[in-house]
């Protein structure tokens, strides 16, 4: 059922989109959905330029000949279409549980709009039941681990600060070489002043709070698919 929900909130993004658009394609279960729906409308000579968030991303739009580029060779995109872990009704987001979050973040900072896709299950009334991907250097970690417990004590976390592995037991690698740290907050009452405490630390990378970033959100429900917009 989860997963045609997912579909059903790709479907109504995909309506936004235009031919000739450049598009950023988001990363997880329910951004892979819209990156297939979109392979569909490309083999219909749909006309479009995309920048993918992950080579997990890159690999499934190359494999549905979707046109890639970067943000080396192009300034800016119309629309970028992502998924979410979790989502609040002001459209902040914690997002990261692909381990994506740097490269989805700078798309979507490259974009004129972000919309977010997702089920019923990943809203939210407040943010911190999913953990906060915290992404960091690999160098120095135990400071920096100690500098975000640090945080997370002085914010109220209910739970700790947990390492990432990958299914190998070995340690989870992002696609830019970076580690991630998983913070258990339960609930994270001051999204802003946590977002500015954990960037002041000079061994994060970046974080999953996506804060004042996503205009609009299509969520799909057993009654049919809910918009979600803000005035951003």
């Given amino acids: ?26 990363t997880g279960s329910t951004a892979k959905h819209f990156v297939e729906l979109l ?30 580029t970067d943000l080396d060779t192009i300034d800016r995109l119309d629309i970028t279409i992502d998924g979410a872990d979790e989502l609040d009704l002001a459209l902040n987001l914690i997002k990261g549980g692909g381990g994506a979050l740097l490269r989805e973040k700078i798309v979507a900072a490259a974009s004129d709009q972000m919309i977010v896709i997702a089920d019923a299950s990943k809203l939210v009334e407040t943010l911190g039941r999913y953990p906060l991907p915290i992404e960091v250097n690999p160098f120095g970690l135990g400071a920096t681990r100690r500098s975000i417990e640090a945080v997370l004590v002085a914010q109220g976390a209910e739970g700790g600060l947990k390492l990432r592995l990958a299914a190998t037991g070995e340690s989870f690698v992002t696609d830019g070489g970076h580690l991630i740290l998983d913070a258990f907050f339960g609930r994270i009452s001051q999204p802003e002043a946590l977002s500015r405490a954990l960037l002041d630390i000079p ?26 917009l803000t005035e951003r």
């Avoid at 989860?2 to 598009?23: H, N």
């Avoid at 995309?50 to 690999?59: D, L, Y």
């Avoid at 804060?211 to 979600?228: E, H, P, S």
């Fill in 39 to 68: 392979g569909e409308r490309v083999a219909q000579g749909f006309d479009c330029l995309c920048v993918p968030t992950s080579e997990v991303t890159a690999a499934q739009a190359r494999s549905l000949d979707i046109p890639l």
């Fill in 1 to 26: 059922m989860s997963e045609a929900l997912k579909r059903q909130a790709a479907a109504m993004a995909l309506t936004q989109v235009e031919s000739g658009m450049r598009l950023g394609l988001g």
């Fill in 203 to 228: 061994g994060v990378v970046q974080h999953g709070l996506f804060l004042n970033m996503c205009k609009k959100a299509y969520v799909a429900t057993a009654d049919g698919v809910r918009t979600i």
